[in-house]
């Protein structure tokens, strides 16, 4: 089975431009996380989604930052505009309810120039 | 916040030794995690532990659930060098039911 998908794996980009990140749940799972890495402040959760309804956003650094969940089998985490210290890895998670094990992907390795 | 710590924050070991983390907090959780972590990938999930005292295996790797609900241990019996990674813990807290509780991790690596 094909686990949690993240597009891309790798983005260089410029101070102030877009960035769109994509994912894709495991099949079945009912809430997907939206977590950010970086060394000085490891995994941070940024936003959750459970049925495709944004539950909690505390963790969104600031209005820059906005993420959607059309449907149950995509999510995206949008950047607008772009800084240096967004640079990170983003990671995508899910699992079956919030409460239950999750599951992450590979990560969007992002890097703001 | 709910806060995790795990020690050590790193470790160097040679290999076929035994490894010993653990992951404390002052706040009663209901379920412990343990994920691997390998460079340039995503935290992969090596064992779940959903009872006070609970005493799990998965291969060479061992993990205990803390009987106070406050800390969590993993052990990995004869190292090798594919051990090396970042191993997070991370929590459900007991009064919240909703979200996981990452710990900062404890980087390992494995001398030949």
């Known amino acids: 089975d094909a686990g949690v998908i993240q597009s891309p794996r790798h983005e260089v980009t410029e101070m102030g431009q877009e960035v769109t990140l994509r994912c894709k749940p495991i099949?079945?799972?009912?809430?997907l996380f939206w977590y950010r890495q970086t060394m000085m402040r490891g995994l941070e959760l940024l936003i959750y989604?459970?049925?495709?309804?944004?539950?909690?956003d505390s963790g969104m650094p600031e209005d820059r930052f906005s993420a959607k969940m059309p449907n149950a089998s995509f999510s995206t985490l949008k950047i607008q505009p772009s800084e240096p210290r967004d640079s990170a890895v983003y990671f995508c998670?899910?699992?079956?309810?919030?409460?239950?094990?999750?599951?992450f992907g590979p990560g969007t390795r992002l890097l703001v120039l | 916040g709910q806060q995790l710590n795990q020690s050590p924050q790193s470790m160097f070991i040679q290999e076929g030794e035994d490894v010993s983390m653990n992951c404390t907090s002052s706040?009663?959780?209901?379920?412990w995690l343990w994920y691997k972590q390998e460079p340039g990938e995503g935290p992969v999930l090596l064992i779940a532990?959903?009872?006070?005292?609970e005493l799990t295996s998965n291969g060479r790797l061992t993990a205990q659930f803390g009987i106070t609900r406050k800390d969590s241990f993993l052990n990995i019996s004869a190292s090798i060098p594919s051990d090396v990674g970042i191993y997070f813990c991370?929590?459900?807290?007991?009064?919240?039911?909703?979200?996981?509780?990452f710990g900062p991790g404890t980087r390992l690596s494995v001398l030949p």
């Open positions: 989604f459970n049925n495709n309804v944004p539950i909690d």
């Open positions: 532990l959903y009872k006070a005292g």
């Open positions: 998670a899910s699992s079956f309810q919030p409460q239950e094990t999750q599951y």
């Open positions: 706040s009663i959780f209901n379920t």
């Open positions: 991370a929590g459900q807290l007991a009064n919240y039911g909703q979200n996981f509780v």
């Open positions: 099949s079945g799972h009912n809430s």
